[in-house]
């Protein structure tokens, strides 16, 4: 199973710089580009690390690094910064981070360094089963279960319904969708997010009382028990 990351970073360049580096090498690799949606999607959905650079609008790194161990969340931090001096680089070390790159880098060392991390990390038991209400997702044999009916999805429906699942209770944007599912970086204008979430309602909401997967015009989709 891939490693999860988290990446705050508001300079496009960088972000889309590292973000395709990363999932080159194998990485799932999701993005904020303010402090405040990196503290959210921190601390409500599980991440292997996060990198994170210190000057972000909305919420300062050091300031997200510091909710979050104040949260009990212990996920390794790599904290990326222009400030070089050591007055700073002990400030963000202090604040919680586990290590701390400065700007400029080379992608080659930040990789190094983050794998680093994942080795010093005690590992958590593996993920291998998503709930969502009485839908049940194996994650090792690749099957969704609703109700105790088996739900013949496709490869694609099956990723697109695991990253509903992770993501449940919570909206989630086309754009999230287009990135994390398609792995796109742009918007196609096409309708395939649409054709494949008619397909996976389908599939997964008809013939059952209570429906999953919501709609919210102009937002996005939300899986949820609730309604």
């Known amino acids: 199973m891939s490693r999860r990351i988290l990446m705050v970073e508001d300079d496009e360049d960088t972000a889309a710089y590292v973000l395709k580096g990363l999932r080159e090498e194998g990485f799932t690799a999701e ?94 038991e593996i993920e291998t089963r998503l709930v969502c ?5 194996d994650l090792l044999a690749r099957k969704a279960v609703r109700a105790d009916r088996p739900l013949d999805l496709l490869p694609r429906e099956f990723k697109l319904l695991e990253y509903l699942v992770r993501h449940k209770d919570r909206v989630v944007t086309r754009t999230m969708l287009l990135e994390q599912v398609w792995d796109y970086r742009f918007d196609p204008h096409t309708t395939v997010i649409d054709t494949h979430v008619s397909r996976l309602r389908r599939k997964i909401d008809e013939g059952f009382d209570r429906p999953l997967l919501h709609t919210l015009r102009g937002t996005g989709y939300r899986l949820s028990w609730e309604p």
Not at 49 to 54: N, P, V
Not at 103 to 115: C, D, I, M, T, Y
Not at 133 to 137: E, H, I, V
């Open 31 to 124: 993005h904020a580009v303010d402090g405040r949606d990196g503290f959210y999607l921190a601390s409500s959905s599980r991440f292997d690390a996060i990198i994170m650079d210190r000057m972000v609008p909305g919420m300062d790194g050091l300031s997200v690094v510091k909710a979050l161990r104040a949260a009990s969340i212990n996920t390794p931090i790599l904290i990326l910064s222009a400030l070089s001096h050591l007055d700073e680089r002990v400030k963000g070390l202090r604040a919680g981070g586990d290590d701390y790159l400065t700007k400029p880098f080379g992608f080659s060392e930040l990789v190094a360094r983050l794998e680093n991390l994942l080795r010093r990390r005690v590992e958590p």
């Open 133 to 137: 209400g009485d839908l049940t997702l």
